[in-house]
């Protein structure tokens, strides 16, 4: 790939980045995340192999774990607003995964965290 090309691929990743970011908390398709960037779905999904390492669905649910495990250690909202305003359709698909990528549910996060913060 010529550095001309590979510069437009760098352009491209930032501008669906850049999109999951301000549409976080949406339903959010591949086809939108490829239109962000003006490429087809399939392209997409290739561009993010390439260069973040992660399908577009699988770094949109890394971004919004993230997100939601902030807000269970900064907040006392419940679990359930926070997985919904994290872009979670429930809290039960959200405890679910939520405990895949972390190791544990979304209260025993909480739990742990404030327990380290008083210790």
Same mark, same amino acid.
């Given at each position: 790939? $010529?550095?001309?090309? $590979?510069?437009?691929? +760098?352009?491209?990743? =930032? +501008?669906?980045?850049?999109?999951?970011?301000? /549409?976080?908390?949406?339903?959010?398709?591949? /086809?939108?995340? *490829?239109?962000?960037?003006?490429? @087809?779905?399939?392209? @997409?999904?290739?561009?993010? #192999?390439?260069?973040?390492?992660?399908?577009?669905?699988?770094?949109?649910?890394?971004?919004?774990?993230?997100? *939601? *495990?902030?807000?269970?250690? &900064?907040?006392?909202?419940?679990?359930?607003?926070?997985?919904?305003? @994290?872009?979670? $359709?429930?809290?039960?698909?959200?405890? =679910?995964?939520?405990?895949?990528?972390?190791? $544990? &549910?979304? &209260?025993?996060?909480?739990? *742990?965290?404030?327990? #380290?913060?008083?210790?």
């Amino acid at each position: 790939m $010529s550095q001309s090309a $590979s510069g437009i691929w +760098e352009i491209r990743i =930032k +501008e669906m980045l850049q999109w999951i970011e301000q /549409n976080l908390f949406k339903n959010i398709t591949v /086809n939108e995340i *490829a239109s962000a960037a003006n490429i @087809c779905p399939r392209e @997409c999904q290739r561009v993010f #192999q390439r260069y973040v390492h992660y399908s577009p669905m699988e770094y949109l649910r890394l971004k919004r774990i993230l997100m *939601a *495990a902030e807000l269970l250690s &900064t907040t006392d909202s419940p679990v359930i607003d926070i997985a919904l305003e @994290c872009g979670f $359709s429930s809290s039960s698909y959200f405890s =679910k995964q939520f405990k895949l990528l972390t190791g $544990s &549910t979304p &209260t025993e996060y909480r739990k *742990a965290v404030h327990d #380290q913060t008083n210790n």
